[in-house]
């Protein structure tokens, strides 16, 4: 039991946060972004348009809300990924910029 729960705490610790989407492919999820939403989110925000993430007001509050906006955006251009599409890339977006535990 001692172990299981060390074990546990480890996975949580192991790269700073607990991450809500643990088994998604992050790096299928990139390859998704680079493809698909870097050019629209470029063009309002400048760079590599990642600032979108980052920015102080951003939208994005918890990983429910991250899929959610990945959704909406996804839906407005019509690309019709599958759930565990849209769960790759809030695990890289997640991993890469918003760092939400929850
Ligand atoms: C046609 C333009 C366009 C494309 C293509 C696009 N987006 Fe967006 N995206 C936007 C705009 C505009 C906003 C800001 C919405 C707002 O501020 O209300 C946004 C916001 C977001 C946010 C929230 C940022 C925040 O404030 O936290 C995420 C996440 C996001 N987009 C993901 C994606 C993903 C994933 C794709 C690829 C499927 C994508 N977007 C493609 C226009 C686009």
């Known amino acids: 039991m001692k172990t299981l729960l060390l074990f546990c705490l ?7 946060y607990a991450d809500p989407f643990q088994k998604a492919d ?3 999820g990139k390859a998704l972004v ?7 989110h470029a063009e309002s925000f400048g760079g590599d348009g990642s600032a979108i993430y980052t920015r102080e007001y ?7 809300g991250l899929v959610a ?3 909406n955006c ?12 849209e769960l790759n890339v809030a695990s ?4 890469t910029y918003y760092k939400l535990t929850e």
């Open 10 to 16: 480890l996975l949580i610790t192991s790269n700073g």
């Open 26 to 28: 992050a790096l299928a």
């Open 92 to 95: 890289y977006l997640n991993k």
């Open 34 to 40: 680079d493809k698909n939403c870097i050019s629209c």
């Open 58 to 64: 951003r939208k994005v509050k918890t990983s429910k």
């Open 69 to 71: 906006q990945i959704r």
């Open 74 to 85: 996804n839906t407005m251009i019509g690309l019709k990924w599958f759930e565990d599409e």
